[in-house]
């Protein structure tokens, strides 16, 4: 069975910073790259980054790269997402999913069919 939860988002001031954690099932998280999505209000769901089942590569959306970090913990089938530097357009809900399909499109959230609850994270300036 699919289990996905997403912790950690809240309101914060533009250029804090929050710890985002997704808790998986151990099948739906050993052996996959985790990935994390967000949908900001209005706007279609978007790629944020993703880590291979090692942690050894990692991948950034446009512009994330130097302000987000991505890691895993395989021992607890977690995965987090750092987030510093935060600003207002990161405000949207933020969603972790597994590439259980192995899918050579894992950044395109079409491929999951499956979603948890997500984490709602709010920026103010």
């Known amino acids: 069975q699919v289990q996905l939860v997403e912790s950690g988002g809240g309101l914060v001031q533009a250029g804090g910073s929050l710890r985002l954690s997704c808790a998986a099932s151990?099948?739906?998280?050993?052996?996959?790259?985790m990935v994390w999505f967000r949908q900001a209000p209005g706007k279609e769901r978007e790629f944020v980054a993703s880590?291979?089942?090692?942690?050894?590569?990692?991948y950034y959306g446009d512009s994330l790269k130097d302000r987000f970090a991505i890691s895993r913990d395989n021992t607890k089938n977690t995965v987090y997402l750092q987030m510093n530097s935060l600003k207002p357009e990161d405000t949207a809900v933020y969603y972790c999913?597994?590439?259980?399909?192995?899918?050579?499109?894992?950044?395109?959230?079409?491929?999951?069919?499956?979603w948890g609850q997500g984490t709602q994270v709010t920026v103010s300036s």
């Open positions: 999913n597994a590439n259980r399909r192995k899918s050579d499109s894992w950044m395109i959230p079409g491929e999951y069919d499956y």
């Open positions: 151990e099948g739906t998280f050993s052996g996959y790259t």
């Open positions: 880590i291979s089942w090692r942690g050894g590569i990692t």
